[in-house]
């Protein structure tokens, strides 16, 4: 069954394999962004490769910084929001990653939303984001700015779209390729 946890050095090694298919079928890594973030001014950045990630100590770094971004003060690039990541795990097997941005931003508004994930190409077409989704309405109930989440996907992403309206999505509009989603939040 499929369960969000806050991200664990203990899943290092199905990570890994995920990520190896992510960069095998040539699609982004997974809904966290990109590893390399290039330094700016009043933000040092963070690197991370494939290969650092073997690394147990550079996974612990990685894993750290994933966990702290939820933290007003943590660092970020400008005009980032604070950002809870999740990892969607299947017994103790990484399947995917979730992201609940925690404001909304004139980008996220039209495309990203509140919430992003991913699903390793393996594990789809199981269930996993459909759950996983639900179970972030209640994680984001009282930490996003509202009673109610934006989502978005591609025009041509049937399977998103699926997981999105599964969860009672209500579609508002498309803006250049990209449908829009609105969804309550849900107490706990």
Known sequence: ???????????????????????????????????????????????FTRDDLRDRGEFARFVAQRRRACDEDAPRRRGWT???????????????????????????????????????PTARRHGHATRALAQALVLAHGVVDGPRVLLTCLEENAGSRAVIEANRGEYEDSRGGVRRYWLPTRPG
Do not use: C, K, N
């Not at 995920?18 to 890594?29: H, I, K, P, V, Y």
């Not at 969607?88 to 919430?115: F, N, P, Q, W």
């Open 82 to 120: 604070p950002v809870t990541f999740l990892w969607m795990v299947d017994g103790d097997e990484y399947v995917g990653s979730l992201a609940i941005r925690h404001r909304l931003t004139e980008r996220l508004i039209e495309e990203g939303g509140h919430i992003g994930y991913s699903v390793r």
């Open 1 to 47: 069954m499929t369960h969000l946890v806050p991200p664990h050095v203990r899943h290092q090694d199905s990570y890994l394999a995920a990520t190896d298919e992510f960069l095998a079928s040539g699609e982004q890594r997974d809904g966290d962004g990109d590893w390399v973030q290039e330094p700016e001014d009043g933000y040092a950045g963070f690197a």
